[in-house]
């Protein structure tokens, strides 16, 4: 009976977590869409719509996600960075192709940092729209209800989402079922909308009306904007409750309120404005209009977490600067507040509500950023499949060839909203893109740089023959286990003499999401008096000192931070004057080091007891 109590509440649980975005389309998608079809016959309108919302679900977020891009799972997790970190991988014999695949995955990050711009916005604002069923007057309080909400959402983030998580679940859980039973009552009422299960409906639609096909396209797109969180966020509960909750609870919920609304509108087309609310009883409208800004703000707050867990993971695989990341949670290590992170977000969310003022208008904008990460997990899938699960080059073609041409048929489709607001997501992606892809070539740069005044490792004897021993331990932090340490040298230049006991520590970050306890470090004594540790993290970890120092012990090397001197060595970068795109990007990076955290706060070093040695290195 337990695993059974432990698989419902996983299920449960991602409910609350996985599928808040997905879950909250129907607030928006069915109005967006029949909007996009505006001068088309009615009932025509309706069934199109219906038919490609739900051939849509079938095929990219049951078929593609939930059945197959989820078996690319790295060691349980996913999203764009774990499969890119899982792909390259198997492309590490190839490094030209792996410089392609790092720039693809680059953009989709930079992609998928968009959705979680834009879906506290869209969410909450259409859920605050319900207030004007309840009162006409109320229509001018929407955008500042809506501001009140996400700054109080975002405020709280520093606080932890450790309590307030348990009761994500059971609010989604009402809500599907509030989704589901009061579309299935609009469905009995009206039957004939089933129909719309006929791909015919749809294509009838494209075909016979050419000059709002992608519009239309555009808008159904709203109802699969969760997918790609989706499968970002499987790692916090695993393959099976995710696909159950899918399956069993979420699916057939969609599927029944997006039907309900249609019968509904079907019967009143008076009722195309604010669909979902028109469902419910005016006695229990505000009671719903409640629910729905609940399941709005937990949408919010799984795209907000996503974007702290995906900072981290960019900043572990070396595309962001270190940045300042707070544990929130002594029991959930996936919980974590990223400050900078969070105060970005909230002034983007806030000047898309006061831009496009509503959901409507904010759909034109949404879609363009989500489903070009939704492309590109396509191409990295394929990657994957032909490297690691030995598919055959027309298996490929034919499956992932075949979904890729959706995807593509999807951003064709939001990029005709270009000019309504689809701009903006995608030139926020551009500069992001630019951001990470500066910071990727500004280390390597940076590296090449260092190693061009290194000391091999092999020189260490004779160098440490020349100075005077003094009694203590000193840990130098080593970014190259291959060379001594910048800070080794400095120390011996300034001060004339090392420690009797010395200790290079190499923090590695893994291509797995975590590494095992058990193989954390390896402990090696090139020579009497000095060890050279390294220890591994995942890349959904963050690297932390005393973890390295406490596995050391477990091995018989015995380092207690209260009796150690760390040092670490700090890399002024100073740009050569050079003129063009080239010298922009190189003034970014230098801005960009001077202001990332310090290693002694992002290593969790005790800082009392850090001696930072400065080298200056021109680019």
């Not at 599928?19 to 909007?35: K, M, N, R, V």
């Not at 009552?185 to 791909?199: D, E, K, M, Q, T």
């Not at 702290?308 to 990341?325: E, G, H, K, N, V």
């Not at 008096?529 to 973890?547: I, L, Q, S």
Request: net charge positive; charged share 15%; with cysteine.
């Amino acid at each position: 009976m337990k695993p059974q109590r432990l698989k419902a509440s996983a299920v449960i649980g991602a409910l609350g977590v996985v599928f808040g975005d997905i879950g909250t389309s129907p607030l928006y998608a069915l109005e967006s869409s029949l909007q996009a079809a505006n001068g088309m016959p009615q009932a025509e309108a309706l069934l199109g719509v219906l038919s490609l919302m739900f051939w849509s679900l079938l095929l990219v977020v049951t078929l593609k996600y939930v059945v197959l891009i989820m078996r690319a799972d790295n060691d349980g997790e996913g999203g764009i960075l774990s499969l890119f970190a899982l792909v390259q991988r198997r492309l590490s014999q190839a490094p030209r192709w792996s410089r392609w695949v790092a720039a693809l995955a680059v953009l989709g990050a930079a992609l998928f940092y968009c959705d979680a711009l834009i879906t506290p916005a869209i969410s909450v604002l259409g859920a605050v729209e319900g207030l004007e069923l309840l009162s006409p007057a109320a229509h001018r309080a929407v955008v500042p209800v809506t501001l009140v909400i996400i700054v109080v959402l975002f405020v709280i983030q520093q606080h932890g989402t450790e309590r307030v998580g348990r009761l994500f679940g059971p609010i989604m859980v009402l809500w599907f079922g509030t989704l589901a039973v009061t579309g299935a009552g609009a469905i009995l009422h009206n039957p004939i909308v089933l129909r719309a299960v006929s791909p015919a409906y749809g294509l009838s639609l494209l075909v016979a009306h050419p000059p709002v096909a992608l519009a239309v396209l555009g808008a159904v797109f709203l109802t699969l904007t969760g997918a790609e969180a989706l499968y970002a966020d499987m790692g916090h509960f695993g393959k099976a409750p995710v696909r159950v909750a899918w399956c069993l609870g979420v699916w057939p919920a969609l599927l029944l309120s997006y039907f309900g609304q249609g019968a509904l509108v079907l019967h009143d087309p008076a009722a195309a404005h604010l669909p979902l609310f028109a469902l419910v009883s005016p006695a229990a409208l505000p009671w719903f209009v409640i629910l729905a800004t609940a399941a709005a703000v937990i949408a919010s707050q799984a795209t907000i977490s996503g974007a702290f867990s995906i900072t981290r993971q960019a900043i572990q695989l070396d595309m962001l600067p270190r940045l300042r990341i707070l544990q929130t949670s002594a029991r959930e290590h996936g919980q974590i507040y990223v400050p900078v992170v969070n105060w970005f977000v909230l002034a983007a969310v806030c000047v898309f509500v006061l831009g496009f003022r509503s959901s409507g208008a904010l759909g034109a904008a949404y879609g363009a950023a989500v489903a070009g990460t939704m492309g590109i997990t396509t191409l990295l899938g394929a990657l994957l499949a032909r490297s690691q699960w030995g598919w055959r080059t027309w298996h490929i073609a034919l499956v992932f060839g075949t979904l890729f041409v959706v995807d593509l048929v999807y951003l064709l489709a939001n990029l005709a909203k270009f000019a309504e607001g689809a701009w903006v997501p995608l030139l926020l992606a551009m500069v992001m893109f630019s951001v990470f892809m500066t910071w990727r070539s500004g280390r390597r740069l940076l590296r090449t740089a260092l190693r061009s005044f290194a000391v091999p490792i092999a020189e260490l004897p004779r160098i440490l023959a020349t100075v005077q021993r003094v009694p203590g331990t000193a840990v130098f932090l080593a970014s190259d286990a291959q060379f001594v340490p910048s800070a080794l040298l400095r120390n011996m230049e300034h001060n004339h003499v090392a420690h009797e006991r010395i200790v290079l520590l190499n923090l590695e970050i893994a291509r797995s999401p975590r590494q095992d306890p058990a193989d954390r470090v390896r402990i090696e004594q090139p020579q009497p008096g000095v060890y050279a540790v390294t220890a591994r993290f995942g890349f959904m970890e963050t690297p932390d000192v005393n973890e390295a120092l406490k596995q050391c012990r477990a091995r018989g090397l015995k380092l207690f931070a209260q009796d150690c001197s760390f040092f670490l060595g700090w890399h002024l970068v100073l740009p050569r004057p050079r003129s063009g795109y080239e010298g922009l990007r190189r003034r970014l990076f230098a801005w960009m080091q001077r202001r990332s955290t310090q290693a002694s706060e992002f290593f969790r070093m005790p800082e009392r007891r850090v001696v930072v040695l400065a080298t200056q290195v021109e680019l």
